[in-house]
């Protein structure tokens, strides 16, 4: 398995504010992936975030609302930028880590409230 | 395209009763399927997988999900249901044999123990 932090776990933020929400895995990954779980719902795929190039974006998501950066093979940031309270979800990081490569392995969330 | 859907948003059972959530889904190749857990204000945690080995996969706290391709089903079980069974539970699927898959997720059961 692999452990996977966020950092913030939580955050109250005012509309029109930008939030950087950071992911961490404990070994190298080459796939990072995002979600977003709106209040009661499932999880939605944001983006695909490999090392060394663009971040893939799904339907419906784009680069400048949610920058997103890879930096090296542990480490990512999705940006959540000038927000509205629609953004009101709890944000996951993802990863396939270590030798269970067709399992993706969740961090704990970041719960982002919009005012 | 791959897609899955969960039958029953909410299912209630006493403690000690069978627990069956269902699952079906849908892929145009071999899938991989999955079903995550989380508790409330946690992250996902992965319960077992179907990876095209044993059709009868056991996973962790006791539960267990049947592959049945002819149904094209992948509905869990529990025995006994225990209080701290109480989660939303969500079923996914990807494709077959590809780290870099995608996983789409079901829209999610939440599961309440009666006491």
């Known amino acids: 398995s692999a452990v996977i932090s966020q950092k913030p776990s939580r955050d109250i933020c005012q509309r029109g504010t930008s939030l950087t929400i950071q992911c961490q895995v404990d070994?190298?990954?080459?796939?990072m992936f995002w979600y977003r779980q709106q209040p009661g719902q499932s999880l939605t795929l944001i983006a695909t975030?490999?090392?060394?190039?663009?971040?893939?974006?799904e339907s419906g998501f784009v680069i400048d609302k949610f920058p997103i950066s890879r930096p090296n093979l542990t480490f990512s940031t999705l940006t959540v930028s000038n927000m509205s309270p629609e953004d009101s979800s709890i944000y996951l990081c993802s990863a396939f880590a270590g030798f269970d490569t067709d399992t993706q392995y969740f961090g704990p969330g970041t719960r982002l409230t919009v005012l | 395209a791959q897609s899955v859907t969960q039958l029953g948003s909410h299912v209630s059972v006493s403690e000690g009763a069978l627990v069956l959530l269902r699952c079906n889904y849908s892929?145009?190749?071999?899938?991989?399927l999955f079903w995550y857990v989380q508790y409330p204000n946690q992250g996902l945690q992965l319960l077992l997988k179907?990876?095209?080995?044993?059709?009868l996969v056991k996973g962790i706290n006791g539960f267990e999900a049947e592959f049945k391709k002819s149904e094209t089903s992948f509905h869990l079980t529990k025995p006994s249901a225990h209080m701290s069974d109480a989660a939303e539970y969500f079923c996914a699927v990807s494709d077959y044999g590809s780290s870099a898959s995608k996983i789409i997720f079901g829209s999610g059961t939440r599961l309440s123990i009666r006491p």
């Open positions: 975030a490999n090392q060394g190039s663009e971040a893939t974006y």
């Open positions: 070994s190298q990954v080459t796939m």
């Open positions: 179907y990876t095209s080995a044993a059709t």
């Open positions: 892929s145009s190749v071999p899938p991989y």
